[in-house]
């Protein structure tokens, strides 16, 4: 009985954890997202306004742009989402470069103090952190997390 009780009761809470986890990380990648498509409407429309000679920089800036329209909004186990936000934060990271911003809050490692790596394998490793809010505090405690996908 008493073993039966406490896995049942681990079970839940560890499945309780996850649906937490899951939608904490969410919020984080979406307002990352977000971050990068306000960036890319802003210096558009900037540049458009500025000078006919950017279109190298307008090309990098739409790309990043349509990047992040079409980063799925599901989890499916068929996209590999984290390898596509790698890609928006290189196309981010170039674009940076070009402009000459030091727009740093949108990358990788610095955004929301989180970060993700990822090996060629398609697995990840995440190292946690909180998304600042003016809300108030997180319910997230401060320790970090580290988990493997």
């Not at 009780?5 to 904490?24: H, K, L, N, Q, T």
Request: hydrophobic share 30%.
């Amino acid at each position: 009985m008493g073993f039966t009780r406490g896995y049942s009761v681990g079970e839940e809470a560890g499945w309780r954890d996850g649906y937490v986890f899951g939608i904490r990380k969410g919020a984080q990648i979406s307002a990352e997202i977000g971050y990068y498509q306000g960036f890319s409407h802003a210096w558009i429309s900037i540049l458009e306004k500025e000078d006919l000679y950017k279109q190298r920089k307008l090309t990098a800036l739409r790309t990043l742009l349509d990047m992040t329209r079409n980063f799925p909004k599901t989890n499916l186990l068929e996209d590999d989402t984290i390898q596509k936000l790698g890609r928006i934060r290189a196309k981010f990271k170039q674009v940076n470069a070009l402009i000459n911003t030091n727009a740093d809050s949108g990358s990788g490692s610095g955004f929301c103090g989180s970060s993700w790596t990822s090996q060629d394998s398609g697995a990840g490793t995440y190292s946690g952190g909180t998304a600042s809010s003016t809300r108030g505090p997180s319910p997230q405690s401060s320790k970090s997390a580290e988990m493997s996908f």
